[in-house]
Each structure stands twice: as C-alpha cells, then as structure tokens.
C-alpha cells in the first residue's frame, strides 16, 4: 500500500499569488491574517515574481515556467473565491531596473489576466514596498481596479 496522505487544501477559497523574495516573507505571511482568511482554506503559490509571469506573454519560457501553474490553479479549483495578486517594490524577477516601478505598473494587466481565466472570483492586488532608506521596513499599498 505504501504511505498515503491526506491531500490539504483540495477546496482552497483564497489563493495567494507571491514572490519567494526572503525580505518580504514575513509581510507576505501576515496576508491571511489580514484577510481574516482560515489558514486551512489558503493555497499559496509562491514563485519567483509572484503574479509577475501573468504579465509577460512575451518573456522567455524559462522566466514564463511559472505561468503555467499559476493559471492550472485559477482554473482547477471551482472553490477558489478570492485571488490575491502580490507585488512588490524591488522583484529580482524583473531584473535590477531600481527607477522603473515595473511590478507596480504590471498590476493592472496581471489582473486582467487573472480576470480572464476566471471571470468570477473576486480579486484583491496588493503592493508591498520599502517604507525607509534602510529598507528595515516594509508597507502595503492596496490597489484599487477597475
Ligand atoms: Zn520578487
């Protein structure tokens, strides 16, 4: 028979969406919480660039990769309500380009993208950015669409 587990989170209602940035984990895991979100019912899927990759149809596969499992999972679990697309300031993802606010700009078309694949779920961006010189700190901007 082998080992068998229970399979977690097969009816997740809110997905995750972010980047595996270590300076930002600690604000990133504070999300459900935030969201009054039931541990249990959160499927994270935390890739390098977080929702970056819903943005870039054009970018090599190897940056795209990604992609492929972000959207599997917005489209294979009907439980799924909520979809929470995380940027952040300074995403290695997009290169060292530190006077461009590329992962800001992108929102807008990573929630399209997500709109897209699963017109029914509500959908909540969030920004998280450096709040001092040191980058000791970090603060989060909720971005309004649509
Ligand atoms: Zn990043």
Known sequence: MGITWPAGK???????????????KLAFNWLPTMLEAEES????????????????EEKPRDFTARRDEI?????H????????????????????????????????KIVQTIR???RDKEILVFYFRFNNQNRTEIALERIKQG
Do not use: M
């Open 10 to 24: 097969a009816n997740p209602e809110v997905l995750i969406i972010d980047c595996f940035d270590p300076r930002f």
């Open 41 to 56: 019912k959160v499927l994270r899927i935390r890739v390098p660039g977080g929702p970056a990759p819903l943005a870039h």
């Open 71 to 75: 959207i599997l999972a917005l489209s």
């Open 77 to 108: 679990f009907p439980s799924l309500q909520t979809v929470v697309a995380v940027g952040h300031e300074d995403c290695a993802w997009y290169g060292k380009n530190p006077d461009k606010h590329t992962e800001k700009e992108d929102l807008p």
């Open 116 to 118: 897209e694949i699963s």
